[in-house]
C-alpha cells in the first residue's frame, strides 16, 4: 500500500504558509505566488493551527466580507484540522478527505509541519498505483 511519505516524496514539500496575523490579501498573494490552493497557518512552535483555502475565500467573498485587505487571516481561517502523518496509507486518507468533504490535508511528523496533501495528490497517485498493478497482471498472464 503506498503511503503518504512516498507522496511527498515524489512531489516535494509544498507547505507554503502565512502567519496568522496576515491579512486575506496577503494570503490570495502567496497562494498565487506559489500556485497553490490554500495556506496553512503555523503556531510560533511551527505546528498547524489553521488553513485557508480558495474555497474558504469564496465563501467569505459570497458573505460579503470583501474587505480583504483588512481582513485577518486569524478571523475566517479553518481550526480543528484533521492531520495526516507520513506511515498514514493513501487509500485511507482519501476515504477521509472524501468523507469530510476538504480538499486539503497538511502532513505532519513530530508536530511539525512537512506538506500539504490534496485531493487531486491522492487521486493521481491512486490512478497511478491501479495502473501499475493493470501492468503487472498483464505482464503475468503474458509471460
Known amino acids: 500500500m503506498l503511503k503518504i511519505k512516498q507522496l511527498l ?13 496576515a491579512s486575506v490579501m496577503a494570503a490570495i498573494h502567496t497562494m498565487h505566488q506559489h ?3 490554500s495556506v496553512i497557518i503555523p503556531s510560533a512552535s511551527g505546528e498547524p493551527i489553521g488553513i485557508l483555502t480558495e474555497r ?3 465563501r467569505l ?3 460579503g466580507r470583501i474587505a480583504f485587505d483588512t481582513l485577518l ?9 484533521i492531520l ?6 493513501v487509500t ?8 469530510r468533504r476538504f480538499r486539503h490535508m497538511p502532513v505532519v511528523q513530530e508536530d511539525q509541519i512537512i506538506g500539504v496533501i490534496s485531493i487531486g495528490d491522492l487521486v493521481k497517485a491512486q490512478l497511478e498505483e491501479t495502473a501499475e498493478e493493470a501492468r503487472a497482471l498483464r505482464d503475468y498472464i503474458n509471460s
Open 35 to 37: 500556485g497553490v490552493g
Open 56 to 58: 474558504d475565500i469564496i
Open 84 to 89: 495526516a502523518k507520513p506511515d498514514d496509507e
Open 9 to 21: 516524496e515524489k512531489k516535494g514539500s509544498n507547505a507554503v504558509t502565512i502567519a496568522e496575523s
Open 73 to 81: 487571516v486569524k478571523d475566517c481561517m479553518t481550526t480543528g484540522l
Open 92 to 99: 485511507e486518507v482519501l476515504t477521509v478527505m472524501t468523507q
Open 61 to 63: 467573498y459570497a458573505e
